[in-house]
């Protein structure tokens, strides 16, 4: 099984490049896309959680968040021949630093990794001009937020393929492609 995860910041375009990266291997098999907050139980009440403010919000959307990436691991990790993951471990980013670090630890050594996680990012201009477009405002949607998840995303997320995507969306497209390539051959 292959294990994709597009994670990132707010507006950086993880369900673009995840829709993008499942019809590129639905050519070759079975695929399932799990985006977080998903559908289940779990994850209504994360994102319902998002859409309040204050810290007693921002607690029950981090521990419902964790809930509903566990539900979609115990009921779609290895159940196709390719599982993307939109929003994983990059969700602890969103926490103050000390306890992002140390929970990111902590999950890494008892969740599934792969060599095919990535990470969108984006000047947090780009994204707060992105996220302004929806209809929804979550509570981490604001530019000292997106400053803060960025910094914090490049001193924790060793190993990750960062990928910026202030520029036109074909070329993020190619440099996607060009390392799943590279990946595939790795990892057939």
Known sequence: MRFIVIDGMDGAGKDTHAEFVRRRYAERGSVIVRTHPSDSLFGRVAKASLLRRG???HLMAAIFYFFDVIYSLLRYYGRAETVIFVRYLG????????YARVLYRFFRSVLP????MFYLEAEPEVCMERVARRSES????NIEDFRGVRERAFRILKGWKFINTNRPIEETRREIERILSELDRRFP
Not at 91 to 98: A, D, W
């Open 113 to 116: 990794t792969s060599p095919y």
């Open 55 to 57: 810290k007693f919000f």
């Open 91 to 98: 969700g602890v980013l969103y926490l103050p630093e000390r």
């Open 138 to 141: 979550e509570m981490f949607e």
